[in-house]
């Protein structure tokens, strides 16, 4: 009977959306509290970045005093010819427009740069990136994946090794930034940002306190740049990983509550099935007894 | 008036206080003493103990390379890695010490220049826990000629 095909048909759906919803309920709780803990690593980088970006506002208080020639390599400006970006996706998807999003930024920022300068490539940190560019068969300097979901300094120091040396070579002029910024849980924002040359901060009070350098302003840029490269891709990379977690538990609660509601609606609609089956049934018996009657 | 101290790196702030008497920084050339009302400074640094003096309370830690500045009383360390002498895993590092050393012995022989550079500081790097988690949890403190 075509009835009960259907009504069985229905409970099947109903068993598969409630598995589905068991399976996104158990990712959003997983993001959540990965989540927690990758914004507890993004703000505990923090105040490491502030002292860094205030230490290197004085410093290059005195750098941009000194005579272009000598200035570091690192701060130097030159014309720029080849254009690179470092672009950092997750690993993983399920995360909402997250990825895409940060790919969207990444494409519109090299196609800007293309009709400028004679080359563009990328640095690519994350799958979901390299996949895209490399789909876009976009030339790529080097690509990082699998970083884990709270990276570390060791992590980040060979994307900013391979960087500073193609800079220092002189075969990348000029090299950008660009992330998914963790705003709040609800919103991540694509962040587009240069970190080389080096573009000292805006000087927190610079030179208004007299220093004393040891060993020299020279030698203590030398060894401060890196670090500052270095530090800001962990800074991108730490909000990056908080922005993956957040994306991704807001998706997951988003197709869990769809899930649920659709349980609801199906419920609705095997009951009323069902009971017209019964109906249908009762009214054939009756029907049955009433001609045997007759 | 005392000092104000923050010791942090990429990853968290170790160390925060606003009461300390005295501190012994390894400097790049060398060990300073800074007092309160020191001069402005910016330092590199090197690997070494930093020695923290609080009223009652010493505090020893062991501070791989970064930065120093005092402005104003407030001394901030931008460490590339520190640890307090409590934090420090004596087991971990006597073994980074033996296997540094192991391999400066020549077991790698004709390495590479950057391989050998590397297990010295390696090696450097290892003493320095060593030397302070001693110093503050323990007896003997390895001395410097064991350096490698």
Known sequence: ?294 | MPLSLTVVTAERTVLQRDDVLRLIVPAADGQITILPSHTALMSSLGFGELTVVCPGETIGMAVLGGFLQVANDRVTVLADAAERADEINEERADAARDRAQRRLAGQYAGAEALNVLRARLAAERALVRLRVRRRYHGTGVPSLRERA
Do not use: C
């Open chain 1, 1 to 294: 009977m075509a009835g009960a095909g259907a009504v069985r048909a229905i409970r099947d759906r109903i068993r598969s959306v409630e598995s589905t919803s068991k399976v996104t309920k158990a990712m959003e709780l997983v993001a959540a509290s990965k989540m927690r803990r990758a914004q507890d690593r993004a703000l505990s980088s923090r105040p490491y970045a502030d002292q860094m970006r205030s230490v290197l506002a004085q410093l290059a208080g005195y750098a941009a005093s000194a005579d272009p020639d000598t200035l570091h390599p690192l701060l130097r400006q030159r014309p720029v010819r080849h254009f690179a970006f470092i672009h950092i996706t997750a690993d993983r998807g399920l995360a909402g427009g997250l990825n895409a999003n940060m790919n969207r930024a990444g494409a519109v920022l090299a196609l800007e740069h293309q009709p400028r300068v004679e080359r563009v490539s990328v640095v690519t940190v994350g799958r979901k990136g390299r996949d895209f560019f490399r789909r876009a068969g976009f030339p790529s300097l080097a690509e990082f994946t699998e970083l884990g979901d709270y990276p570390g300094m060791d992590k980040i120091l060979p994307i900013a090794r391979i960087v500073m040396d193609d800079y220092m070579r002189g075969e990348i002029d000029q090299v950008y930034l660009g992330y998914q910024r963790f705003v709040n849980t609800a919103v991540q924002r694509p962040t587009l940002r240069q970190v080389l040359p080096v573009t000292a901060p805006e000087g927190a009070a610079a030179g208004s306190v007299d220093f004393l350098f040891e060993p020299s302003p020279e030698r203590l840029l030398e060894t401060l740049l890196p670090r500052y490269v270095e530090m800001q891709i962990l800074e991108a990379v730490l909000d990056a990983a908080a922005s993956e977690q957040s994306a991704r538990m807001v998706a997951m609660r988003a197709a869990t509550d769809a899930a649920q509601e659709m349980v609801a609606d199906l419920t609705l609609t095997y009951n009323k099935a069902r009971q017209e089956l019964i109906t249908n049934e009762l009214l054939d018996i009756v029907g049955g007894v009433a001609a045997l009657d007759s």
